[in-house]
Structure formats: structure tokens, C-alpha cells
């Protein structure tokens, strides 16, 4: 079931330019790896290269964690989304979104040939207020 982001939680995911994505392999190990991403304002969007272990735990599971978060003073602000992933195979989809990262990440990263991954979240567990 998509947990819808309310406009407050929305802004703040557009204002960062990292998160960290976290994933199991298919033997249980946790990988956790900070990617630069995407909110169009449903899912979240991340490129890797198709070879590394983010995508290959991917295809084992689609479960994730995704941590988006700010130190402002002594207290933090932050998200931690769950939701499940997909690649993304549709051409539109995908040349949309490498155009939407290469517009906030000018002249730094999507190549065609990477993997992009589609986040749909499920559950929102709101960090804000807490201790760094």
C-alpha cells in the first residue's frame, strides 16, 4: 500500500541532494550506500551502475530503507521512508527522470547506461525533533 508525502515532508525531500539507501543481500547482509535522487513528488527516483551490490541486493529484494536528514543546531530533522523498489524499463520514464536529475545534479551523473531505480513508498517514520 503507497503512503502518500504531505507537502511539508515533500519540500524537505526537495530541498537535500543526498540520502542513504539501504538494502539486504540475498545471504541477509545490510548494505547501505548514500545516492544522490529524485522526488517528483510520489516515488523516488536513484541511478547506480548495474553491477554493484545496491542493485544486485535489489533484485533479491525489493524491500528498503531510504534516510533522508538535517542537523540544524542540535536537533534533527529527518526522515526514514520503507517502500519497495523497481528498475525502471519504460524509455519515457526513465529519459524523464535522467533529465530531471541531470537539471539538480548539472553535468555530474546519469549515464544511459546505469540502472534507475523507482522507489514507491509504503510507511514514513518522521525523525524530526530528535537527537543527532
Known sequence: METEIDEGKAAFLKGLQLMRVATISSQGDPFVVPVRFYFDGKAIYFTSAKGLPLITNLRANRRVALVAEMARGDALEGLVIQG????????????????????????????????????????????????P
Do not use: N
Open 84 to 131: 519497495l523498489a523497481q528498475l525502471v524499463r519504460g524509455q519515457g520514464e526513465y529519459s524523464s527522470v535522467l533529465e530531471a536529475l541531470e537539471e539538480k545534479y548539472p553535468g555530474s551523473l546519469a549515464s544511459k547506461g546505469e540502472a534507475l531505480v523507482k522507489v514507491v513508498p509504503v510507511r514514513i517514520l518522521d525523525l524530526s525533533g530528535g537527537e
